[in-house]
């Protein structure tokens, strides 16, 4: 280190030196505080896990998380989500180490927000808000502008009394993507005619899709469904042999693709789809409901999984729920298990013999078959593992569901 800098304070330092790369442009990377409660709905391992992804989250959105603080309360206070004295410290954490913004990994009232604020003088964010921004960040086409645009309004709506002061936020960065700061002044009546507006749009918007839909005649429709980043345009770009966007961040897809794909002189619809996620916003769920109509309307759901992830069970069950919540439950679904190969590099010991590798491997194997009642299939996407496997499964189920549709119109699943 240069000699003038000896002896100089470090938080201060820190601090000068952000002050600069913000001044010159220097694609400065917002640094973040991440912030959790165990409280009676979540204890200690299930907030590091949510911690975990927050800060996926935080890096996906162009942040980086620099430290986390942890609670333990019995529920969350009502007016600064946590303790005063927990807020204390994160404040002198903050002072001086230029720190960008501090997110929450629960939602925030409006009033809860400014009062973090005040407190913290730094940008205070929820989980919802973050996802909002990713979101935001990822929308190309019309329909996802807009279904994100209303999502943001939604949020907005019912934090307007409390957060007037969060809505002057100006500067860019994570959270202050969205309506814009021509909307800053706006009250309730101008955001519910905005929303009212934004529906119309979707409305007219799914109409046409749904014209489309139906033009697509009587092709069975698959669609690609899973929690989000385990590989599901991945492996849409190898079975439709297509060119998907896909890439190791969080909400890579937000707009359904689809495909039309032939195996053995049979055709059939390959849909692509937004992921899923723990503690997804209700109104995201909801202004994403047109381009979910795709996996209503399919036949067959792949449900994949990132079997590498630690908590790949848990994202199995949030999958499920959101599917149960949207009434999809009870279609047909093939599990596919990805990332075989990180699974494998993760679990077994180098030390392993592969015999030994190949018996843990089939006893995996086994118990998932016994779990989804034969209804999986393991593979690895960027290594092609299996895929061949698994293009003959589709084959054989997407033939079945012509012969029971269509019995007389064998040239589909001849």
Same mark, same amino acid.
């Given at each position: 280190?240069?000699s003038?800098?000896?002896g100089?304070?470090?938080?201060?330092?820190?601090?000068?030196?952000?002050l600069?790369?913000?001044?010159?442009?220097?694609?400065?990377?917002?640094?973040?505080?991440?912030?959790?409660?165990?409280?009676?709905?979540?204890?200690?391992?299930?907030?590091?896990?949510?911690?975990d992804?927050?800060?996926?989250?935080?890096?996906?959105?162009?942040?980086?998380?620099?430290?986390?603080?942890?609670?333990?309360?019995?529920?969350?206070?009502?007016?600064?989500?946590?303790?005063?004295?927990?807020?204390?410290?994160?404040?002198?954490?903050?002072?001086g180490?230029?720190?960008?913004?501090?997110?929450?990994?629960?939602?925030?009232?409006?009033?809860?927000?400014?009062?973090?604020?005040k407190?913290?003088?730094?940008?205070?964010?929820d989980?919802?808000?973050?996802?909002?921004?990713?979101?935001?960040?990822r929308?190309?086409?019309?329909?996802a502008?807009?279904?994100?645009?209303?999502?943001?309004y939604?949020?907005?709506?019912?934090?307007?009394?409390?957060?007037?002061k969060?809505?002057?936020?100006?500067?860019?960065g994570i959270?202050?993507?969205g309506?814009?700061?021509?909307?800053?002044?706006?009250?309730?009546?101008?955001?519910?005619?905005?929303?009212s507006?934004?529906?119309?749009?979707?409305?007219?918007?799914?109409k046409?899709?749904?014209? #489309?839909?139906? @033009?697509?005649?009587?092709? =069975?429709?698959?669609? /690609?469904?899973?929690?989000?980043?385990?590989? *599901?345009?991945? $492996?849409?770009?190898?079975?439709?042999k297509?060119?998907?966007?896909?890439?190791?961040?969080?909400?890579?897809?937000?707009?359904?693709?689809?495909?039309?794909?032939?195996?053995?002189?049979?055709?059939?619809?390959?849909?692509?789809?937004?992921?899923?996620?723990?503690?997804?916003?209700?109104?995201?769920?909801?202004?994403?409901?047109?381009?979910?109509?795709e996996?209503?309307?399919?036949?067959?759901?792949?449900?994949?999984?990132?079997?590498s992830?630690? #908590?790949?069970? @848990?994202?199995?069950?949030? =999958?499920?729920?959101t /599917?149960?919540?949207?009434?999809v439950h009870? *279609?047909?679904? $093939?599990?596919?298990?990805?990332?075989?190969?990180?699974?494998?590099?993760?679990?077994?010991?180098?030390?392993?013999?592969e015999?030994?590798?190949?018996?843990?491997?089939?006893?995996?194997?086994?118990?998932?078959?016994n779990?989804?009642?034969?209804?999986?299939?393991?593979?690895?996407?960027?290594?092609?593992?299996?895929?061949?496997?698994?293009?003959?499964?589709?084959?054989?189920r997407?033939?079945?569901?012509?012969?029971?549709?269509?019995?007389?119109?064998?040239?589909?699943?001849s």
């Open positions: 280190m240069p003038f800098f000896i100089t304070d470090l938080p201060l330092l820190f601090k000068f030196l952000g600069i790369e913000k001044k010159l442009g220097l694609n400065h990377q917002e640094r973040a505080v991440l912030v959790g409660l165990i409280y009676e709905q979540q204890n200690e391992e299930q907030l590091q896990e949510y911690l992804e927050l800060a996926f989250l935080a890096e996906t959105a162009g942040a980086i998380a620099i430290k986390r603080f942890v609670q333990k309360l019995p529920h969350p206070d009502s007016k600064t989500f946590i303790g005063k004295g927990k807020l204390e410290e994160i404040r002198q954490y903050i002072e180490r230029n720190i960008d913004v501090a997110i929450f990994d629960d939602e925030l009232t409006g009033a809860q927000i400014t009062n973090i604020e407190a913290l003088d730094v940008k205070t964010i989980r919802s808000d973050l996802i909002l921004d990713i979101f935001a960040r929308a190309k086409t019309a329909q502008k807009a279904q994100v645009e209303l999502a943001q939604q949020y907005l709506l019912p934090r307007l009394r409390g957060m007037w969060h809505l002057e936020r100006l500067g860019g959270g202050t993507r309506p814009g700061e021509s909307e800053i002044e706006t009250d309730r009546r101008i955001v519910r005619d905005k929303i507006l934004l529906r119309k749009r979707l409305a007219q918007i799914d046409q899709a749904s014209t #489309q839909r139906k @033009d697509r005649g009587e092709l =069975v429709r698959v669609a /690609l469904v899973g929690y989000t980043n385990v590989g *599901k345009s991945t $492996l849409m770009n190898i079975l439709s297509s060119k998907v966007f896909a890439e190791n961040r969080l909400f890579a897809t937000l707009d359904t693709t689809t495909r039309k794909v032939v195996y053995g002189n049979t055709p059939f619809l390959l849909s692509d789809t937004v992921g899923f996620i723990r503690k997804l916003p209700h109104h995201l769920i909801e202004s994403f409901k047109s381009t979910l109509d996996v209503k309307e399919s036949d067959l759901l792949l449900h994949v999984v990132d079997i992830h630690p #908590q790949f069970e @848990d994202q199995i069950a949030v =999958v499920n729920k /599917l149960q919540e949207m009434g009870d *279609k047909p679904v $093939l599990t596919v298990f990805n990332k075989i190969d990180l699974y494998a590099e993760k679990t077994y010991d180098k030390w392993l013999d015999d030994m590798k190949e018996q843990l491997f089939e006893d995996l194997k086994q118990r998932w078959a779990v989804t009642l034969g209804n999986c299939i393991f593979v690895s996407a960027t290594e092609k593992q299996h895929i061949d496997e698994l293009r003959d499964e589709i084959l054989r997407v033939r079945e569901l012509y012969r029971i549709r269509y019995p007389y119109k064998s040239e589909f699943f």
